[in-house]
């Protein structure tokens, strides 16, 4: 989110720039505008996201309309970033399902980071089940969530594509929160120790004794060099940016390099699975 907010600052001090550059004071700008002085001032330190049709006037105004496409390309960038669940979800969860299938589909390397939850594409159905169950009540959503674990296993083809590189890092912390009921979650744990042993993905474990050189403050996941998805409670970041792509690499690569993998992620997760009830 302080990423986000950055790049709302960041297209209010360029509006104020133009302003600026045309001599005018968020005053005077403003009373041309017929706006509220406080919406100009507002704008320009990122409190307040400007319109399409706001970014066009200003620049019109302000007799630089040359720059009204580059901010609202800044604009378009920024919406991007921020996708409430509710727009995402507004039609139920097996459409979000599907919009990962295509981007799944579509990138070669996909590495991620969860820290709370197991991996969708790892997922049983039972497992699932409760997970998207969660998501229609937290967001009071049209229940479809048999349509969704379905197409939710759908989207696990992507496992056994030829060329594909899959790369998941989960905390220890995934395999003993208790998210649902045990007999569910002891069939997720036994589906995760058949994972760590397929030579087509890598799964790692970040057990609670490994020293780390990096925290793992939240989930994320990597396409290729080309975006990052980051989920919050209550939004979906995407983030293009080349040098944030670069950063949630380098913490990715090191977070993997201190998990376990093979026989003793297996046993990391044959240990939580033997703390069931």
Known sequence: MARLQEAREALGQRLREVRQGAGFTGTALAGLLDWPQSK???IETGRQTPTRNDIAVWAHVCGDEAAAGPLIARLEVLETMYAEWRQRLGAG??????????LEAGATR???????????????????????????KRHNLPDDVDEGVRVRMQRQEVLYRPGKRLHFVLTEAVLRYRLCPPDVMAGQLDRLVAMCS???????????????????????????????????????????????IALYGRVFDRLAADASYGAEARRLITTAMESLP
């Not at 969860?93 to 295509?102: D, K, L």
């Not at 989920?231 to 293009?240: F, V, Y």
Request: hydrophobic letters at 40%; aromatic letters at 6%; charged letters at 25%.
């Open 198 to 244: 397929m030579s087509t993905i890598r799964v790692g474990i970040l057990g609670f004794d490994a020293e780390l050189g990096e925290s793992p403050k939240h989930g994320f996941w990597i396409f290729d060099e080309e975006r990052v998805l980051v989920e919050t409670i209550g939004a979906e970041l995407t983030l293009t940016q080349p040098q944030e």
């Open 40 to 42: 100009v001032s507002k």
């Open 110 to 136: 996909i590495r991620a980071l969860e820290t709370t939850v197991v991996p969708g594409l790892l997922q049983t159905p039972d497992y699932a089940r409760y997970r998207l169950a969660q998501s229609v």
């Open 93 to 102: 969860t097996s459409e979000r399902q599907r919009a990962s299938i295509a």
